[in-house]
């Protein structure tokens, strides 16, 4: 083993640990919300009318910011430790599957910050214009078809990262294998749910279950 920083590995371990957990974070206030109120603080996208669906955001704009801030913020520090992961992994022996891996995962960032900025400035303004006009803008319900491709795209980079990178802990033994075959498995699970069922199973909080396992195992390491 070339790198086996012990600094890098507590930054790293703290990284995807705390990616993780600030994506996870929005989870437990929605959940609140939804036993005080008996509904979620704005609706899905996909699974109710476009005028509905703004009208949400226009009901609950702070919750709109949160959720976008949080799952963005989540996402971008969780790919900063992924890179300093596939730091590790290359120093172990390992140039092949963490590169790949690590791509992945940036090209799915990407991806995420770009829908991040359009949920906070088009979504935005059509839920405004929405309201005001009292029918959803010229177009804008076709947005939201667009979006939910992005984060269909997002996961699937995002799945392939994490069987790339159970691929490279096979390859290195940097960590224990039953981490490796795990990543690999729910990797290409992930990756094959997603190709196969669509937005049907288009659920993000998952992916950051593995990053979080592999965290506190460098922490513990």
């Known amino acids: 083993m070339e790198n086996s920083d012990p600094t890098l590995m507590r930054v790293t371990g703290i990284l995807l640990v705390a990616g993780a957990v600030i994506f996870w974070s929005v989870i437990v206030p929605a959940a609140i919300y939804q036993i005080r109120t008996g509904s979620p603080p704005f609706k899905d996208s996909s699974g109710v ?8 955001i226009t009901d609950h704009p702070n919750w709109w910011l949160f ?7 989540g996402i971008v520090v969780t790919a900063f430790g992924l890179t300093a992961f596939q730091s590790l992994l290359t120093g172990a022996g390992d140039r092949v599957f963490s590169a790949v891996a690590g791509m992945s995962f940036l090209i799915g960032t990407t991806l995420w910050l770009v829908l991040f900025t359009f949920n906070l400035s088009m979504v935005v303004w059509a839920a405004r214009e929405t309201a005001s006009q009292g029918a959803i803008p010229v177009g804008s319900e076709a947005w939201l078809l667009w979006t939910e491709q992005i984060v269909i795209l997002y996961m699937l980079l995002a799945y392939f990262s994490i069987a790339a990178f159970g691929g490279a802990i096979l390859n290195t033994n940097f960590l224990a294998s039953w981490i490796g075959w795990t990543s690999l498995a729910v990797g290409l699970a992930g990756a094959a749910s997603i190709l196969l069922r669509g937005s049907g199973f288009a659920i993000p909080l998952l992916i950051h279950i593995v990053p979080f396992m592999i965290g506190i195992l460098l922490l513990l390491k």
Do not use: C, H, I, K
């Open 49 to 56: 009318p476009a005028q509905e669906f703004y009208d949400s």
């Open 67 to 73: 959720v976008n801030v949080f799952f963005a913020l």
